[in-house]
């Protein structure tokens, strides 16, 4: 069982087009993170949100934490090709402060 | 500044053979963490530490131990190792206060691609 889901699992557009990824849970959690990685290197954090209903903004990069807390969105403004690559959420849940979880990601393209 | 440091890059195993991946981290983080990535896939939690002498199971432990004697380290071990272990791993680390863990930034190494054959 995923504990965080996130969609579309893959996504393939334009360079200058705008897009929305979703990470969504049945679970609440105390923070939610979005990580991007690149091929051959670990993911580098580009956000964390921790209350229900924050909104972040890096550049061209929206992130929006759900009212409950259960689900975030990462939405791109214009899309250029070096946005591509794989971006992933994870979540602390539980009693454990250990216990960080990620989702299966979603692997960007953006073409010229 | 090294960070979080993982050796080997790359390791093949044979179907039995055992191996340590290490990990070691400078930056004096309570918490560490290892986790292995399929192919195409996100990363899922092996295992954890939040401190020093401390470990707990994450979502896939089955066929691998850790050990956390020193803050600085964090080894995996396979004991038996199987085709189902071919992934790539990845340790990480980061920093909480006892208050709790919002919001800390985990930090990766550069991963282990390993091939079990």
């Known amino acids: 069982t995923q504990l965080l889901e996130q969609s579309p699992q893959f996504l393939s557009i334009q360079e200058g087009e705008n897009l929305t990824v979703y990470c969504n849970s049945s679970s609440v959690f105390s923070s939610l993170q979005w990580y991007r990685q690149e091929p051959g290197e670990g993911p580098v954090l580009l956000v964390t949100v921790v209350t229900g209903g924050e909104v972040k903004k890096l550049k061209r990069l929206t992130f929006q934490f759900g009212d409950a807390r259960k689900d975030s969105s990462l939405h791109i403004t214009a899309a250029q090709p070096g946005d591509t690559g794989l971006y992933l959420c994870a979540g602390r849940y539980g009693g454990s402060q250990g216990n960080l979880i990620f989702g299966k990601g979603t692997k960007l393209s953006v073409k010229p | 500044n090294a960070g979080v440091t993982q050796t080997p890059k790359f390791r093949i195993l044979k179907i039995g053979q055992s191996m340590t991946l290490q990990c070691t981290q400078d930056?004096?983080?309570?918490?560490m963490y290892w986790y292995r990535q399929d192919p195409g896939m996100g990363l899922k939690l092996i295992y954890y530490s939040v401190g020093a002498g401390i470990t707990d199971k994450g979502e896939v432990p089955n066929g691998y131990n850790v050990s956390r004697s020193t803050t600085e380290d964090f080894p995996l071990r396979l004991e038996l190792a199987a085709p189902s272990q071919t992934s790539v791993y990845f340790c990480?680390?980061?920093?909480?206060?006892?208050?709790?863990?919002?919001?800390?930034?985990?930090?990766f190494g550069q991963g282990t691609r390993l091939t079990v054959v």
């Open positions: 990480a680390s980061s920093y909480s206060s006892r208050d709790g863990a919002k919001g800390t930034e985990a930090f």
């Open positions: 930056m004096n983080h309570n918490y």
